[in-house]
């Protein structure tokens, strides 16, 4: 049976969720945006007014509502649950700071990945949002997330370990496609680029607004693609919708993204660590 990857490396523990340690990196730009407000979407729906400028890949290659089972590992264990509930994907980590991820097979290398989802932080302390991989997302892998407290993260898995890179406040955006007082679902957007001088680049977005530009080590193309959650404390639970993969020139006359949504994850079972201590 496919399981989640674990973090397999022990974190010290502060009150903000992916308490890795702050490692150093190649080069961060990280953009003030806390109080940007972006321009009010229409009734009818909403898509982001992207700030400063929208991701380059275009194209989409994967698409998955959630509307059923068969994408994601579904099941429970004694780290925590995956379920779709409502129509959406919901994770539940039943362990204090643990992270679990998982991650769908591309239907083709890209050199250029946008990776998406909207993020409800639905109970606890953690923050959930989508990844980018190799061939690999356990042995190497850049995520955004958001938590419940108002800021997003950015930051790397290596030899299952989570790594937290940046972090900052989540931009305040108007959206009235959610009530008044309801709980804001956040667009996460990472697009991961490979770089043919060497270190990859990895921008961040959430809800449209560009908050980070991370210059890492390489480990493009990207083969793999999906969602990573962590919790500082047992109860955390998270919600997923509308994750989708979208790639660049080279991805013109992929297969269809419904279809390669169909196929899912690999069957291969994800490397499974120790709770961290």
């Known amino acids: 049976m496919r399981s989640l990857g674990r973090d397999a490396g022990a974190r010290g523990h502060v009150r903000a969720p992916f308490a890795g340690a702050v490692v150093v990196v190649l080069g961060i730009v990280a953009i003030s945006a806390a109080a940007v407000t972006a321009q009010e979407p229409s009734p009818t729906g909403w898509t982001p007014t992207w700030s400063p400028a929208p991701p380059d890949a ?31 994907l919901r994770w539940t980590i039943a362990k204090d700071r643990q992270s679990i ?22 109970d606890g302390v953690g923050a959930g949002g989508p990844l980018c991989a190799g061939a690999d997302e356990s042995e190497r892998a850049i995520w955004a997330a958001v938590n419940g407290e108002g800021e997003w993260l950015v930051g790397r898995i290596a030899d299952s370990h989570i790594q937290v890179i940046e972090r900052g406040e ?42 980070a ?26 919600l997923f919708d509308d994750f989708a993969v979208f ?22 079972p994800s490397p499974s660590g120790v709770p961290t201590q």
Request: proline share 8%; aromatic share 8%.
């Open 247 to 268: 790639g660049g020139p080279e991805a013109v006359g992929s297969p269809d993204a419904s279809a390669a949504a169909e196929r899912g994850a690999s069957a291969a």
């Open 58 to 88: 275009s194209h989409a290659v994967v698409r998955d509502p959630f509307d059923a089972a068969g994408t994601w590992w579904i099941g429970s264990d004694e780290v925590g649950t995956s379920n779709i509930v409502g129509g959406d």
């Open 213 to 238: 530009d991370v210059v890492d080590e390489p480990f493009g193309p990207f083969l793999r693609a999906g969602l990573i959650a962590s919790a500082d404390e047992a109860g955390f639970a998270v």
């Open 170 to 211: 989540t931009p305040i955006v108007r959206r009235h496609d959610v009530p008044v007082g309801a709980p804001y679902p956040t667009l996460v957007t990472l697009e991961c680029t490979v770089d043919p001088e060497g270190a990859d680049h990895y921008t961040v977005w959430f809800e449209g607004v560009q908050v």
């Open 101 to 122: 991820w998982d991650a769908t097979t591309l239907p083709m290398p890209l050199q250029e990945a946008r990776v998406e989802a909207t993020v409800l932080v639905e």
